[in-house]
């Protein structure tokens, strides 16, 4: 069974660092993307940070310049370090992966979340 499992998150102070990893397990042929998504109380869903193996990344523009995603195509996980956050940052970050786990070519996996918290 494949599944994605997350470190843990945490709380900081404003200004602070915080960096998110997100492993994979089981049987994965290949990892078409990974990425980070978040979701503050009372907003929408968004998509943070995504990964592509060929080393392409994208970001929201809320996080340019302070977050940076990477990855380990061989270990197939991803991390999220998180730099000069805000309060505006708090929210549940959820690891995500698009991957082809010898049978379904495109199955998409969800990590169980974890909880970021910026005090001001």
């Known amino acids: 069974q494949v599944q994605l499992l997350e470190s843990r998150g945490g709380s900081v102070q404003a200004g602070g660092s915080l960096r998110l990893s997100c492993a994979t397990s089981g049987r994965i042929f290949r990892i078409n993307a990974m990425g980070w998504y978040r979701q503050a109380p009372g907003k929408q869903r968004e998509l943070v940070a995504t990964?592509?193996?060929?080393?392409?990344?994208n970001y929201i523009d809320s996080v340019k310049g302070r977050f940076t995603i990477s990855g380990d195509n061989a270990k197939k996980q991803v991390a999220l370090q998180m730099n000069s956050l805000s309060a505006e940052d708090t929210a549940v970050y959820c690891c995500?992966?698009?991957?082809?786990?010898?049978?379904?070519?495109?199955?998409?996996?969800w990590g169980q979340g974890t909880l970021v918290t910026v005090s001001a």
């Open positions: 995500y992966a698009n991957v082809w786990d010898w049978t379904f070519p495109r199955l998409e996996l």
């Open positions: 990964f592509i193996p060929n080393g392409t990344t």
